[in-house]
């Protein structure tokens, strides 16, 4: 397999996920700005341009996070990565994941956007991401992870996304509920080594 990523950027999930299912597979830098691998044009892998990418060993390409999320706990289900399909724990976990997907990730992609001024986005992370931090927050207050007690892709997806706040100039230093939640997740293998695999491609 080969899942195709930018550092820094949400393909960070997805390796972690693949960590934790223990895959192997190559991780292939793609540039941003030039959508270039070291195998050619990008969007030969997926039109969308997008990542992350995951191709698989049959040739199949599989685009968005949460869905290549799914597919790794669905495909290997004794890891117990996701809850099991059908159970009100799968839906919960659905639950974050499209939350986390739609109101904060795409949420903090404003923040990185070159087409708003920077007034606009203090104003947009202070009426808009502080809800969103601060819901977080008080559901980790009494959870070490999103579905409880158990580490879930979902947590890797969450853990993901808020990496992101300290490069835009948004603290959330002081939500000490997700800067436990952060540390704990540090402390998973699968973060490290994912953390420094990004690092060697930087």
Request: glycine share 6%; hydrophobic share 40%; with cysteine.
């Amino acid at each position: 397999m080969k899942l195709y990523f930018s550092p820094g950027s949400c393909g960070l999930s997805p390796q972690i996920a693949l960590r934790e299912a223990g895959l192997a597979f190559d991780l292939i830098k793609v540039d941003f700005n030039t959508k270039q691998t070291v195998e050619g044009d990008y969007f030969e892998v997926t039109p969308k341009g997008f990542v992350p990418a995951l191709k698989l060993d049959d040739g199949q390409v599989l685009t968005e996070g949460a869905v290549i999320l799914q597919w790794i706990a669905d495909k290997f289900p004794e890891r117990n990565l996701l809850p099991a399909s059908g159970t009100r724990e799968r839906y919960k976990a659905l639950e974050w994941l499209n939350y986390i997907a739609t109101d904060l990730h795409k949420g903090m992609a404003v923040m990185f956007s070159s087409f708003i001024d920077d007034a606009s986005k203090r104003h947009f992370a202070q009426g808009n991401l502080a809800e969103r931090f601060q819901y977080i927050e008080e559901h980790l207050a009494g959870n070490d992870y999103l579905l409880g007690e158990k580490f879930s892709l979902a947590d890797g997806y969450l853990y993901n996304v808020l990496s992101w706040p300290p490069r835009v100039n948004i603290d959330i230093s002081h939500y000490s509920a997700i800067q436990t939640f952060m540390a704990r997740m540090e402390r998973r293998p699968s973060v490290h080594a994912a953390i420094e695999a990004e690092q060697s491609f930087a």
